[in-house]
């Protein structure tokens, strides 16, 4: 298994700004993903963050709404951009420790955009 | 029609019952089989993992595959009123993109 953290575990933001969301894992991992849960609904995949080259992102989400970083096999960054009360949910990030077929999941941001 | 159905419930079963808990799916891709629960304002916890047709027990848990007809099943035995929480099953092919169900909220009785 994998010991994930995320930074901020929650934030209230003005529509119009932008939020930074760090992940960070306790070890080296093969893959890490970033999703979405927004109220009352399952998670939904955004993107798949890269180690060393883009995010592949999923239909429906786009670089500029949400520029990913991944500077090493610990660490991510989600970034929401010019948020809007729709962005409003849970972001969740997973990763996929190579020795496994299995993923783990982060304890997720909470976001509320006003 | 979504990739991955699930019953979204709620599920209210007294203390000791079996708790059932299934999905289908329609991706025949679909290869690496979990179950997640998730308790309010937490993350998703992996319960179990199975990439093969058949039975896979731990604990109180089972889980059951059946790719013939793109089922598969979550039991609890002698639930608790911990196990209250929501189950999500998920899903992926060979690229390990998870593809979840709605989730089933379940409540156990005392």
């Known amino acids: 298994s994998a010991v994930i953290s995320q930074k901020p575990s929650r934030d209230i933001c003005q529509r119009g700004t932008s939020l930074t969301i760090q992940c960070q894992v306790d070890?080296?991992?093969?893959?890490m993903f970033w999703y979405r849960q927004q109220p009352g609904q399952s998670l939904t995949l955004i993107a798949t963050?890269?180690?060393?080259?883009?995010?592949?992102?999923e239909s429906g989400f786009v670089i500029d709404k949400f520029p990913i970083s991944r500077p090493n096999l610990t660490f991510s960054t989600l970034t929401v951009s010019n948020m809007s009360p729709e962005d409003s949910s849970i972001y969740l990030c997973?990763?996929?420790?190579?020795?496994?077929?299995?993923?783990?999941f982060g304890p997720g941001t909470r976001l509320t955009v006003l | 029609q979504k990739e991955v159905e699930q019953d979204p419930g709620p599920l209210s079963v007294p203390e000791g019952a079996i708790v059932s808990l299934n999905c289908t799916y329609s991706?025949?891709?679909?290869?690496?089989f979990m179950w997640y629960r998730q308790y309010s304002r937490k993350g998703p916890e992996l319960l179990m993992y199975?990439?093969?047709?058949g039975n896979k027990e731990d604990g109180r848990f089972t889980a059951q595959v059946d790719k013939s007809s793109k089922y598969i099943s979550l039991f609890i035995r002698d639930s608790q009123p911990s196990d209250s929480a929501t189950y999500l099953c998920?899903?992926?092919?060979?690229?390990?993109?998870?593809?979840f169900g709605a989730g089933t909220t379940v409540t156990v009785r005392a």
């Open positions: 997973s990763v996929r420790p190579g020795s496994t077929d299995t993923q783990y």
């Open positions: 070890s080296q991992v093969t893959m």
């Open positions: 963050a890269n180690q060393g080259s883009e995010a592949t992102y």
């Open positions: 991706n025949s891709a679909f290869q690496y």
């Open positions: 199975t990439y093969s047709s």
């Open positions: 998920a899903m992926s092919g060979a690229d390990y993109k998870l593809s």
